[in-house]
């Protein structure tokens, strides 16, 4: 059973930068101990594949 104090939640944070977008995403509300460790060791690796995936589906993208 998942209860409210088991999870974590992400804000992401989108700013108009010269030509293009800042993205700034922060995941947070992780609790203390090693299964919680393994949480956050894992998602500080996956965000950046998922970035880097979002960042190459927008770079051929156009809003003309």
Do not use: K, M, Q
């Not at 947070?28 to 090693?34: I, L, Q, V």
Request: aromatic share 10%; with cysteine.
């Amino acid at each position: 059973d998942v209860c409210s104090s088991d999870l974590t939640w992400v804000v992401i944070t989108l700013r108009t930068e010269g030509d293009g977008t800042h993205v700034r995403l922060v995941h947070t509300g992780f609790a203390e101990g090693p299964d919680w460790d393994e949480d956050r060791e894992y998602f500080a690796r996956a965000w950046g594949n998922v970035l880097a995936a979002l960042a190459l589906h927008f770079e051929g993208s156009s809003d003309e």
